[in-house]
DNA sequence: GTCTATAAAGTGATAGAC
DNA sequence: GTCTATCACTTTATAGAC
């Protein structure tokens, strides 16, 4: 019996021949995981290839082959990450404009957005693309219009139609939304920033983005 | 006559000799200038010692003399920069407690302070200095003390004064000073961080900032 | 203290076999 | 597409002369 296995089979004994360009996606995923780890643990500089070479199990010139150089590669595993990233934020949204107590949703909408953007992983990509921004412009840029995409822009609509409707007094809304963002997420994001290990507990962050919210609400509530 | 000139003289015709300590202090400071503008082109990781030695015009063995490594480079020379850059902000604090119109002070103050803090320098070394956070927490912790005792510190004595004198309502005046820090200086630093090219001229950065401190005066003015 | 010259290791990238 | 083996070069750091 010609059974020796040579490779995987399936139920009825045939060969698994995985697909090509099947198995060369899995490597390439794998490539990613293993950089954006490197990435974020060196830095673009200090990061070398041959390490991620070991970590991702696949050889130096594989690597190449898909991504071209070390540029290419820290562009794409940065740039393909950041969409993903503010995805998360993204559910958070669309309430606003309908809410019965806008305060409480306001509260909720910019306590949950901070809790995930001081999420370590966040603030360390976070820090990455910041040193990085002189090297990779274009990274800043992308950062900019993902951020603005899932976040300012809904909300701005937002902020537009509850001044139509005299719900809140915001000519200019969309840097209304800037000083909003600015008094809740970059009140701990900054501290953040320059301290990574620095302990906030929950109930201060509340405290925080409560008292945020209602300098926001003195001003601009109708 | 034995006046060849193998050495600088001074009027008299005296050889002036050097004082060695004084070369080396001179020296050492040439090391330092280019090893900040090298490190902040170039990041940490990326600054090659050679570079700096070429740009600094003493020999490599000389900056290994002075500064042992490169990381004791980095940080002697980054965080001998801060409190230098930092110091410039400190003139802007004292009148606010007594002036006669607070709304006109604070946006005096907080329109200098980010003039400053907007200058391509100092946001180099901002972005140097988190993207290297990591690697160097003492940096982080430098930053924030010195951040803290030069601008914040002065400021929440300021405003603690003012709610005793019953000219502001503001219960936690630490809380408050980085609510204001955050709607004025932090609303053009966030786009400048990322887009460190974008346009911001004098009208629209002067409209942020007030608008920026009419917020913060809407909940705390008493 | 300062220099020149060099050591020892690591870098990004590629050629050629399969 | 993927691998092994290797190239050409740069890196940090130091030894030894002055």
Redesign the pocket.
Known sequence: MADDPSGPVDEYGIPIIPD??D??QR??QAIIDAALAEFLREGY???????ITSRS??????I???F????RLFLAVVGGILPTTYNDLKPFNSTIATAPDLRAALITLTLDWTRILLRPDIMSLRRLVIGEIDRFPQLGQLWYRVSYDMNNGPLIEAFTELSERGVLDAPDPALAVQQLVATTVGVPQLVRTFRPEAELDDAELTRQITSGVDLFLARYAA
Request: proline share 4%; glycine share 8%; no cysteine.
């Open positions: 090509p360009s198995a060369a490597k390439r500089s200090a990061a070398s290839m041959d390490a199990g696949v050889s130096k010139a594989t190449y082959k898909h071209g150089n070390k540029e």
